[in-house]
């Protein structure tokens, strides 16, 4: 990411969920004052929650070197507005509407493995080129007309793609509502062979739970690998509120032991989905996300051999051992439960 932002020649589009003050937002800050400075359109959009503590010492320079700068649903206007809980989760950069990022990296120190907690971060991100960049672009504009009333469609965002490939992708833009409900549900129901997921949170809602329970009936491979250890205790104890049941359905669960699992992953048959989505129902319904559809080829092959990989890392949770957990942790789960609406 920043060897491209380095390289831009007319404009910048950078939209995180988190952007924190820490040592490589520093780095992200000092290139982007850098490229502004050199007249290179710079314009940033973060999320009101998830970057609520982002202070004044951080953007002032920023904005100084002329980076337009949005913040995504303020706290205070969404809650009288009653769109609180509708979050921007997206991750993109976009350089010269030519080069693309997307996926689960956010910007911080702890997405390189340098937080106190974890050692060792597991993530999936892409770079991406060709026409699928323009339908990113499209997102991350539409959010800046939210965020800021600004519309931009001026073409020199959207510049021709002068990059064959035999690739194909789908970006697949999802607001609040159900439509990445509606794509992993699709998707799930499909699988004939094999259904690998990763993902940080696993609260699915019923529906998502009849169908993965359908495909083991059906003789489906079904296997999903969450954190061993948890970023979040109340998010954890949900996510173990459902492995019992998916368990004794016959579906295969495995705990990542190399440091914390953030990669948010669904390969089923020969496809795979991945981007910012989480498997759970923020992400499902109420949060601003943009995942990609990789059809039969090197980056559903590369993701495979990710996953296979992750499962070296992994502890398989088996149904007798997990029965035995103390009841402390299960009352721990039962009550988690209860929010997993919300979570």
Known sequence: M???IAAAIHHIHIE???????????RFKQLLVRKALEGVQVRILY???????LGSNFLKPLKDAGVEIGCFFPPLTTLFEKRLNY????????VDGTIGFFGGLNIGDEYLGRSRKFNYWRDTHFLIKGDSVLWIQYAFLNDWYMAKGQSLTHSVYFPFQNMPGNELVQIVNSEPGETMLELMFSLIVSAKKRIFIETPYFIPDSGIR???KTAVKSGVDVRIIIPGAPDKKFVYHATLSFVQEMLEAGVRFFCYQKGFLHAKVAII???ACSGSANMDIRSFCSQFELNAIFFDGE???RLVQDFHTDLGDSKEI????FQKRPRVQKIKEIYARLFAPLL
């Open 2 to 4: 920043l060897e491209s």
């Open 16 to 26: 995180f969920y988190i952007l924190r003050d820490d040592n490589l937002g520093a």
């Open 47 to 53: 999320d009101g929650i998830g970057t609520r503590r």
């Open 87 to 94: 979050r921007n989760h997206r991750k993109i950069v976009l």
């Open 210 to 212: 009849l169908a993965i």
């Open 269 to 271: 048959d020969d496809l």
């Open 299 to 301: 980056v559903v092959n």
């Open 318 to 321: 088996l149904l007798t051992e």
